[in-house]
Structure formats: structure tokens, C-alpha cells
């Protein structure tokens, strides 16, 4: 992978990206995703933030190689304190955990103001970005399965707005399942859901034969329930 030719990942994150806007890049790593975008000229100016220091450089070197200093600026530090407020008008957060996406968003919403467009890609637990955008005025306005070297990822695109609006048949299918992915309900939707339902089950297998806690009986109670709607939707696909 190099910026002419990025990972089928993250070229499906960049289909979302609007021509023209101001783009910042969060955990660039090495920047290839605005490295390309600003060479095939969907986007004149970018920000490559990378908190940790070696991917950084990486970054800072890519960037240099491909001649683009005056259309990158590659800075260090941690999630959205690399921007400004009113600098970009789109965010690009790729390869994390869902929870550690929404807690960048959360730590840096005052610099989400101006910002037209949010484009996610968990690698776990796209429901604790779709909660966070939900409760802050986000709505979602689509999302991407794909699969890739044998991995599955979620890409979710929001925009400010009504943010029950994608919500309307059931707030907790759509949460957990994306409401877009479960309308479309293609086939590495369903090998995801069933990899996940089996681990849950064989989880669900092990607590019961631990200790009966409280913290233990809750557990139980979230999985039988997230079991059931696997199957539910699985099923309804299947009939």
C-alpha cells in the first residue's frame, strides 16, 4: 500500500470524502490517504495527525517524498487538538476501536463546529460511534461493509442534522447494526453477524458455568438479548 495505491479500506473511505473540501486525517500513520486524495484532486489541502511519534515521521517523510508541503501539514498531537476550530470541513478517523473513535470525538467536539462531515472506520464496535453520534447531533447519512485479507469493517459517514433520522424502524437493531447495512443485509453483513453471534454464544457458554455476581448476570442478560437479534435478523434474511 502507498498512496498511489491504497488499501481497498481506505480507498472506500475516501469515495465518502466531498471534492473541494479541507480535509483532516486523524491517525494518518503515514499519511497515504491524504497524500492521495490531494494528487488526485479531490481535496487542495490536508491535515495528517498522528499522536504517536514514529508514524509521525513517517507521515512527515511521505509527505516530503510526494512533494506536497504546501498542501499537507502533517502535525503531532492527540486526536482533534491538531486542528483548529473552522480549519477543515471534513474528519477521516480510519483503523481504531469504535470506543477509542468516539472518545476522540468527545474529547474534541468543541472543534466539530464548522465540520460538514465525519467519515468512521472502526475496526470493532461501530456501535459506540453511532451512539456518540447520535447523542451529539449527528445523523448518519450512509455506511459501507466490506471485507478485506479476511477482515470485515464497517465505514460510517455522518453529517450534522436530525439525528434520529436514520433510526426510524428500531433504535436498537439500528444502533448495533448499522440501519443502512441492515436495509442492504448483503452477504459479508451476514458472515460478520454470524461470526459474532457464535463468539457470543460460546462467551455466554463460559459465564455459565462462572460465579452467579450480579456483574456476571448482566453480562448474560446483554448477550442472550444481542444473540437474539443476530438470529432475528439473520433469520428474517434467511426466510
Same mark, same amino acid.
Given at each position: 500500500?502507498?498512496? !498511489?495505491? =491504497? ?11 466531498? &471534492? ?9 500513520? &503515514?499519511?497515504?490517504?491524504?497524500? &492521495? ?5 479531490? *481535496? ?5 495527525? @498522528?499522536? *504517536? ?10 509527505? !516530503?517524498? @510526494? ?12 486526536? =482533534? ?18 470506543? =477509542? ?14 465540520v460538514k462531515r465525519l467519515i468512521l472506520q472502526p475496526n470493532i464496535s461501530a456501535i459506540s460511534i453511532r451512539v456518540w453520534l447520535m447523542e451529539n447531533g449527528w445523523v448518519l447519512i450512509s455506511e459501507e461493509i466490506i471485507e478485506e485479507d479476511g477482515k470485515i469493517y464497517e465505514v460510517l459517514v455522518a @453529517? %450534522?442534522?436530525? !439525528?434520529?433520522?436514520?433510526? %426510524? ?5 439500528? /444502533? ?7 436495509? !442492504? ?18 462467551? /455466554?457458554?463460559?459465564?455459565? &458455568?462462572?460465579?452467579?455476581?450480579? @456483574? ?6 446483554? =448477550? ?16
Amino acid at each position: 500500500m502507498n498512496s !498511489e495505491k =491504497l488499501s481497498y479500506r481506505l480507498e472506500t473511505v475516501t469515495k465518502y470524502i466531498p &471534492h473541494g473540501y479541507r480535509l483532516a486525517d486523524i491517525g494518518s500513520d &503515514h499519511a497515504y490517504l491524504p497524500c &492521495h486524495v490531494v494528487q488526485k484532486g479531490i *481535496v487542495a489541502w490536508a491535515v495528517a495527525g @498522528e499522536v *504517536v511519534e514514529g508514524p509521525f515521521q513517517s507521515a512527515k517523510r511521505q509527505v !516530503e517524498e @510526494e512533494g506536497l508541503i504546501d498542501q499537507i501539514s502533517v502535525r503531532k498531537g492527540d486526536g =482533534l487538538d491538531v486542528i483548529e476550530v473552522g480549519e477543515v470541513d471534513c474528519i477521516t478517523i480510519a483503523g481504531m476501536g469504535g470506543a =477509542l473513535i468516539a472518545s476522540i470525538l468527545e474529547k474534541g467536539k468543541d472543534k466539530l463546529v464548522d465540520v460538514k462531515r465525519l467519515i468512521l472506520q472502526p475496526n470493532i464496535s461501530a456501535i459506540s460511534i453511532r451512539v456518540w453520534l447520535m447523542e451529539n447531533g449527528w445523523v448518519l447519512i450512509s455506511e459501507e461493509i466490506i471485507e478485506e485479507d479476511g477482515k470485515i469493517y464497517e465505514v460510517l459517514v455522518a @453529517e %450534522q442534522g436530525d !439525528e434520529q433520522s436514520a433510526y %426510524q424502524k428500531n433504535l436498537e437493531k439500528g /444502533l448495533l447494526f448499522g440501519p443502512f447495512l441492515l436495509d !442492504e443485509c448483503n452477504e459479508i453483513f451476514k458472515k460478520k453477524w454470524k461470526a459474532e453471534s457464535k463468539n457470543w454464544k460460546s462467551i /455466554l457458554a463460559k459465564l455459565e &458455568h462462572a460465579s452467579d455476581t450480579p @456483574e456476571n448476570r448482566l453480562k448474560k442478560e446483554e =448477550l442472550i438479548r444481542k444473540i437474539s437479534l443476530a438470529e432475528e435478523v439473520l433469520e428474517n434474511e434467511e426466510g
